[in-house]
Each structure stands twice: as C-alpha cells, then as structure tokens.
C-alpha cells in the first residue's frame, strides 16, 4: 500500500490465489497461473454458474457467490490467501473496505469529484458519484503487458510515474489519499497483499476525521473512491 504508513509485508512464497470474478480476466487469471505456477492452489468465486472454471494442473476450488460478500466474510486476518485477485468491474478493495468500515459503526458518504480534482490526473474519467478511472493510456492496452518499470509496452516510450505514486502522492483539499496498489504477478494478472488491505482499513479508521482517497492502482491505470467516514 501507498501512503503515508509502511506497505504491507510481501509474502515470501506466493502460491495461494483468490481469484474474485470467472468472467473473461478471470479465466486469463486462472490460466496464466495454472501454466506458471503448477502447484498453485487457486479459488476462484463467482456469482454465475455458467463462469464456473475446470480444474487443470492447479488445485482450484470454484464458488458460486457474490465475490465481495464472500470475501467481506473469508478475508480474516490468518486466512490461507497470499494475493487477492480482482477481475470484476467493481473497486473490490473499495467495496471489502466499505463493509469493514460499516460494521467498525461509520457510515460512508460518497464526495463528489470536482473537475479541477479531474484535471490534476492523466485522462481521468468520472464515474458514478466519488468514483474516478485515470490511466497514463489514451489507447487499450494488450490484456499480456508485463508492466516493465522503464517503457510503456506498447508505445515504447519513457513511462510516466508509476499511478500508485501518482495517486499517493496528489494533495488536494486536505484529502488524505489512501492507495493500494495492484502488484503485477504474471502479464496481464495483478493482485493485492492481503496486509496491505487491512492495513488500509487501520489508517481508514485512524483518519476518520478527514475525507479519504480510496484508490487501487497499476503502474499505469486507477480506479478511486473519495468519501467521508460519518459516525462514531
């Protein structure tokens, strides 16, 4: 995570993978690790049926729920997961955080983005209320960049500050940004270090004072949630 506090410890040897979505990056997800990492112990959760996977060379359990609610309820603190995939199109690390907010007794008021905010970030998009996508790309990118540290794959140009530092490093009217980032495992597959989101929910409650950034970020693209913890 990028903020103001330590990142979260990465785990040594990674090889336990919750996969949250069976859809298409899901099934991209699955099969690059499968070829990867043959001894992986996938779980792969999904709310539809017909998205359910078959087993190969990995042991892969498949579950038939709604992704956040399942992993609102299994992401405890001693959990057997090293990295939290998300491949649906929701801010899954937004979401898990918003029920663990609403049961510590806050409530979460969404703030609205203003343009001039928009206008500080790289081809920034509005969404539903408090919620923005900003990306260093004006193109689609291929769905196998390796995401190399130096150059954009498909450009081959010098690459911009990495997102992630981008977002955590933004100061604008006493928002405190909260950035976790999205670590590339394979090209085209990126996860999240399960310390990294509960550690993001303690500065979430120790900050509850002030409007916070809730951000997941790549090296090259975003997604943001800007709200006000009320209550308590």
Partial sequence: MHNNKAQGEKPQHISRFWIIGAGRFGQIAISRITRRFPKAVLTVVDSRPENDTVASAASITTVCADGISWLAQHLVKDAPVDMVI??????????????????????????????????????????ECGKAFVSHADFLCPDNCPEPKDRCTHTGKSRPVDMFRLLAELEFDDILPIVLRSHQLLPGVGGIYPADLWQALDVANNNRHRPLMIATACRCHGVVDLVRLQGR
């Fill in 86 to 127: 998300p491949a649906i199109p929701i801010h899954v690390a937004f979401e898990w955080l918003s029920i663990h907010l609403i049961k510590r007794g806050f409530k979460l008021k969404k703030i609205p983005i203003h343009d001039q905010w928009l206008a500080k970030l790289p081809h920034a998009m509005a969404g």
